[in-house]
């Protein structure tokens, strides 16, 4: 790789040179936002469920199995809790936010935090393919409304002890009567409702629509699921000459080697990329 700063202002410059900037955006940004599902904020969230079932992260512990629905809605409340309602805004979403700001930009993202929501990112401009924490969904689907649930999560936590929540608060479909669960992309029972939908179409509208050059700003995508952003951006960039692919990514930034010429890769810390770059605007 080139030096550091030799990337950082040939990155600054396809970005400046675009009409139109595409963010697609992985585990990997929210953590560099602070979102971290491991270490102290595990510890600080999660204390008691680590005693009781020996988690070690935030990640893994969402996989697992509880026996009973009072145990399952007592560890997603504090979830729910620690990565959509404690959050806030951030300095990295937010600064984000201000590199393409006088741009027409797109997102689409795997993560379910609602960090661009939060911090000022334009509704009409963002597809979270994989849901978010903030809703639920009939765990059959028998139906394709989702639910805000803000009041349940503060009214599961305020009545959460040893680990449980009392049966009487545990949700169920107001439709077929089985078990509400977290709009979460994890099996055939997710929901896409009709705003999912009319994302989908705006994303794809707006790749169509793009008379210019282009930048793909793809940060922290790994491969659990490179199929929604990570191959279709490498795809795009292959197949169009106007488009730049900026990689960042501190495990996987390497350029596909069809796309080398075109791509820039970062395996740097996000927050000081961002900040050099704002630097020069
Ligand atoms: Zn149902």
């Given at each position: 790789?080139?030096?550091?700063?030799?990337?950082?202002?040939?990155?600054?410059e396809?970005?400046?040179?675009?009409?139109?900037?595409?963010?697609?955006?992985?585990?990997?940004?929210?953590?560099?936002?602070g979102?971290?599902?491991?270490?102290?904020?595990?510890?600080?969230?999660?204390?008691?469920?680590?005693?009781?079932?020996?988690?070690?992260d935030?990640?893994?512990?969402?996989?697992?199995?509880?026996?009973?629905?009072?145990?399952q809605?007592?560890?997603?409340?504090?979830h729910?809790?620690?990565?959509?309602?404690?959050v806030?805004?951030?300095?990295?979403?937010?600064?984000?936010?201000?590199?393409v700001?006088?741009?027409?930009?797109?997102?689409i993202?795997?993560?379910v935090?609602?960090?661009?929501?939060?911090?000022?990112?334009?509704?009409?401009r963002i597809?979270?393919?994989?849901?978010?924490y903030?809703l639920?969904?009939?765990?059959?689907?028998?139906?394709?409304?989702?639910?805000?649930?803000?009041?349940?999560?503060?009214?599961?936590?305020?009545?959460?002890s040893?680990?449980?929540?009392?049966?009487?608060?545990?949700p169920?479909?107001?439709?077929?009567?089985?078990?509400?669960?977290?709009?979460?992309?994890?099996?055939n029972?997710?929901?896409?409702d009709a705003?999912?939908?009319?994302?989908?179409?705006?994303?794809?509208?707006?790749l169509n629509?793009?008379?210019g050059?282009?930048?793909?700003?793809?940060i922290?995508v790994?491969?659990?699921?490179?199929?929604?952003?990570?191959?279709?951006?490498?795809?795009?960039?292959?197949?169009?000459d106007?488009?730049?692919?900026?990689?960042l990514n501190?495990?996987?930034p390497?350029?596909?080697?069809?796309?080398?010429?075109?791509?820039?890769?970062?395996?740097?810390?996000?927050?000081?990329?961002?900040?050099?770059?704002?630097?020069?605007?």
């Amino acid at each position: 790789m080139e030096r550091f700063v030799q990337r950082l202002d040939k990155a600054k410059e396809a970005i400046d040179e675009a009409d139109y900037v595409i963010i697609g955006a992985g585990a990997g940004l929210s953590t560099a936002a602070g979102i971290d599902y491991g270490g102290d904020r595990h510890e600080r969230y999660f204390k008691d469920f680590i005693e009781k079932y020996g988690f070690t992260d935030m990640y893994t512990s969402s996989f697992y199995r509880f026996e009973t629905p009072e145990e399952q809605w007592a560890y997603w409340a504090r979830h729910i809790f620690a990565n959509r309602y404690d959050v806030g805004k951030t300095d990295v979403y937010t600064k984000l936010l201000r590199l393409v700001a006088d741009k027409e930009y797109f997102v689409i993202t795997t993560n379910v935090d609602h960090q661009f929501w939060l911090n000022g990112f334009g509704d009409e401009r963002i597809f979270a393919t994989q849901g978010d924490y903030g809703l639920l969904q009939c765990s059959k689907a028998c139906h394709d409304k989702l639910y805000e649930n803000e009041e349940l999560v503060s009214e599961l936590l305020e009545n959460t002890s040893d680990c449980k929540v009392p049966s009487e608060l545990v949700p169920y479909c107001p439709v077929c009567g089985e078990e509400m669960d977290v709009n979460l992309r994890k099996d055939n029972f997710f929901v896409e409702d009709a705003k999912w939908h009319e994302m989908s179409d705006k994303y794809y509208d707006f790749l169509n629509d793009i008379d210019g050059k282009f930048v793909f700003l793809e940060i922290g995508v790994g491969f659990n699921t490179p199929t929604i952003i990570r191959f279709p951006f490498e795809q795009m960039t292959y197949n169009n000459d106007d488009a730049t692919l900026i990689r960042l990514n501190l495990d996987y930034p390497q350029a596909i080697e069809e796309n080398k010429d075109k791509t820039i890769s970062f395996d740097e810390d996000v927050e000081e990329i961002l900040d050099y770059w704002l630097s020069r605007i």
